[in-house]
C-alpha cells in the first residue's frame, strides 16, 4: 500500500516537472481534472459522505435505532471505502495515459527537430580515421546519411558536395 502511494507521488511529480516543457502535449491526453469517471467516482463518494451524514442525524433525532445506525453506517462506509480505491486507480491509470502521451510527444519532437541522422559524431569519427589512413574505407554523406564511394566528389543520393 505504501509503496503503491509512492509510486503514485512519484508519478504526480514527474508529471508535474514535465508538465511546463508540453504545454501544447497536454491538451490532447486525458485530462485529470475534467475525466467523466472520475467525476462520477467524486459524486458518487460525495453521496456516500452525505448519506453517512444524514444517518448520523436520524441517530441523534431518534429516526434510527443505534443498531440500525450501526449496520447502515457499516455498509455505507464499506462502499466508500471501494469508491476510494476506484477513485485511486482511475487517477493513476490517468497519470499513467498523461505521461505516456507527453512521452510519445518528446519523442516525436526530438524526431523533428533532430535532421535525419543522429550518427552524426559517430560518422565523423569514421571518415576522420578513413582520411587518415587514406584506404578506400567506407564513405557517408555528411548531409543525407547514404554509403558514397572514395572517388565521389558529390553524393549519389542527394548530390550533396563531399569533402
Ligand atoms: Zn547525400
Not at 127 to 135: D, E, I, N
Amino acid at each position: 500500500m505504501w509503496l503503491l502511494i509512492a509510486f503514485l507521488l512519484l508519478l504526480a511529480a514527474t508529471v508535474a516537472i514535465l508538465a511546463p516543457f508540453f504545454r501544447a502535449a497536454t491538451s490532447a491526453a486525458p485530462d485529470v481534472d475534467v475525466d467523466p469517471t472520475l467525476l462520477a467516482l467524486y459524486n458518487r463518494r460525495d453521496q456516500l459522505y452525505q448519506a453517512i451524514r444524514e444517518a448520523k442525524f436520524d441517530l441523534d433525532t431518534g429516526k434510527l435505532s443505534p443498531e440500525d445506525y450501526e449496520r447502515h453506517v457499516a455498509n455505507l462506509k464499506r462502499q466508500a471505502a471501494s469508491v476510494l480505491k476506484a477513485i485511486d486507480r482511475r487517477q493513476a491509470a490517468l497519470a499513467t495515459a498523461e505521461l505516456d502521451a507527453q512521452v510519445e510527444e518528446m519523442v516525436r519532437q526530438e524526431r523533428k527537430s533532430r535532421p535525419a541522422f543522429s550518427a552524426q559524431p559517430a560518422m565523423a569519427t569514421l571518415s576522420a580515421s578513413a582520411g587518415a589512413t587514406g584506404t578506400s574505407a567506407a564513405r557517408y554523406c555528411p548531409q543525407c546519411g547514404a554509403r558514397v564511394q572514395a572517388k565521389d566528389r558529390f553524393c549519389p543520393a542527394c548530390g550533396a558536395r563531399l569533402l
